[in-house]
Structures are given as structure tokens and as C-alpha cells.
């Protein structure tokens, strides 16, 4: 997953919440001119598969062979940042910042696109999929003993990564009905005299 930290900036955080939301968005509308049809429901579903890959991917490939290292796992939120034993360096605090939103922009999409895929699920049933998910990752990584660490920061930064993929899909779905709703604009006609 380093590989991905080195390319957070705030260009692609601003880049990935848009893609997210313009997504959001097509899905929304297209949703909306075929209620009854299967396939905006299909096509968050395969672009969920999709993610889900990569996701898997980035987190748990391993980085030494399996059942090599140790089962380390760090159950202190924020002990990197807070210990008062050893100050961090300006570089390292921006590491762990930018570790921090790589680990929301990775599960911000799972919420957004269960919304769709699973229309009939609520809110709280896609965030508790996304944390579940979040969760089952971290031990993964814990029992593969395969260099990774189980950290309790990367639970909770993809909690946030979610609630945030949860306000996206509500923000879509609402300008996607302001969309529908202004429709397009359409120059009266006058019955010739």
C-alpha cells in the first residue's frame, strides 16, 4: 500500500471524491430514467466487484512470505502521533497523515456503490458492511503474518472513508433529483397566428 501513499496530494483527494461523486451521480440519474430496470443496480455491482479487487489487492498482498513475519497489531488510536516519547519529524506526521486519507479514499467507494447496487439496504446496513469490511481486512493481515501490520488507525480512517462514501451517494442522489427535476430547458413554441 506505500506504493499509493506517495500519491496522495490534494489534487488527487480532490480528483477521487469527484470521480466518486460524478459516479454517484450517473448512477443516480441513470437509476432514475429506468426505476424498474436491472442494470444501474448490475453496473454498481460489477464496478463494487471491481473495487473490491483492487482493495483486496492493495491491502492484502503480501509483502514477505506468508506465516514469515509476526502477528504485529497496534490497538492505540493515534499512538504514532501522540507519543510523547518520541516527537515526530515533519515528514513522518505528513506519512501518516497521507496514510491516513489513503486508507479513507480506499473504502469511501464501497458504501457509495452498495447504495446502488443494493438499493433496498439502508444507510447503517452499507456503513456496517464497509466497517465489517475494514475489520476482516485488519485481522486478515494479522493472522497472515505476511509483513503487514493490524492497525487500529486504518479501521478507523476507513470508517471515515465510509461515512464519507455514505454523505457522496446522498449528495448524488440529491443532485441527480435537482437534475431531473430543472430537466432541460426548452424554448417555448408559438402556434403560428
Known amino acids: 500500500m506505500w506504493q499509493l501513499i506517495w500519491g496522495i496530494t490534494p489534487v488527487t483527494v480532490a480528483l477521487h471524491l469527484l470521480g466518486a461523486l460524478a459516479v454517484g451521480t450517473g448512477l443516480a440519474l441513470w437509476e432514475g430514467r429506468d426505476p424498474a430496470g436491472p442494470w444501474p443496480r448490475r453496473t454498481a455491482g460489477v464496478l463494487l466487484a471491481g473495487w473490491l479487487a483492487l482493495l483486496?489487492?492493495?491491502t492484502l498482498a503480501p509483502v514477505q512470505p506468508v506465516g514469515s513475519g509476526d502477528a504485529t497489531v497496534w490497538w492505540l488510536p493515534g499512538a504514532e502521533l501522540f507519543d510523547p516519547g518520541a516527537p515526530l519529524l515533519p515528514d513522518e506526521a505528513a506519512v501518516l497523515v497521507r496514510e491516513q486519507l489513503t486508507g479513507a479514499a480506499l473504502y469511501l467507494?464501497?458504501?457509495?456503490?452498495?447504495?446502488?447496487?443494493?438499493?433496498?439496504?439502508?444507510?447503517?446496513?452499507?456503513?456496517?458492511?464497509?466497517?465489517?469490511?475494514?475489520?476482516?481486512?485488519?485481522?486478515?493481515?494479522a493472522v497472515m503474518r505476511a509483513g503487514r501490520i493490524a492497525d487500529v488507525n486504518d479501521v478507523l480512517s476507513g470508517a471515515a472513508g465510509a461515512g464519507l462514501?455514505?454523505?457522496?451517494?446522498?449528495?448524488?442522489?440529491?443532485a441527480a433529483a435537482v437534475m431531473r427535476r430543472a430537466g432541460p430547458r426548452r424554448r417555448a413554441v408559438r402556434a403560428a397566428p
Open 56 to 58: 483486496l489487492v492493495a
Open 109 to 141: 467507494p464501497v458504501p457509495l456503490l452498495l447504495r446502488f447496487a443494493v438499493a433496498r439496504r439502508s444507510a447503517a446496513w452499507a456503513f456496517g458492511l464497509s466497517v465489517a469490511l475494514c475489520v476482516a481486512v485488519e485481522a486478515a493481515q
Open 165 to 174: 462514501g455514505l454523505g457522496l451517494a446522498a449528495l448524488a442522489r440529491w
